[in-house]
């Protein structure tokens, strides 16, 4: 079983930066395959960026790539989400995800934290 923790959101002014982190606890490897996701009010859930426990081959969804990274520190089993450039269209609940060892499927999520990015 994993367990996920997200924090860091909040309200910002669009071109602002917010840092979320999600704390991930029980049993996570090097080959778990760590994700992003975010729900705007209304809309579906959505990829935004992903990272294996390692650390290699980041991956981002093209609305965000360039703006946002996504990180770990593996001392913490922490994963991080760096969001700069902030615009209002990013306002979503933000999620992070991992599943099993080596396999790129997401089946424990965290409870999620809200973004809200004001114009």
């Known amino acids: 079983q994993v367990q996920l923790v997200e924090s860091g959101g909040g309200l910002v002014q669009a071109g602002g930066s917010l840092r979320l982190s999600c704390a991930a606890s029980?049993?996570?490897?090097?080959?778990?395959?760590m994700g992003w996701f975010r729900q705007a009010p209304g809309k579906e859930r959505e990829f935004v960026a992903a990272?294996?426990?390692?650390?290699?081959?980041?991956d981002y969804a093209n609305s965000v790539n360039g703006r946002f990274t996504i990180s770990k520190d593996n001392a913490k089993n922490t994963v991080y989400l760096q969001m700069n450039s902030l615009k209002p269209e990013d306002t979503a609940v933000y999620y992070c995800?991992?599943?099993?060892?080596?396999?790129?499927?997401?089946?424990?999520w965290g409870q999620g934290t809200q973004v809200t990015v004001s114009s």
């Open positions: 990272i294996r426990w390692s650390g290699i081959n980041p």
């Open positions: 029980g049993h996570i490897f090097s080959s778990n395959h």
């Open positions: 995800a991992t599943g099993p060892p080596g396999v790129v499927r997401y089946d424990y």
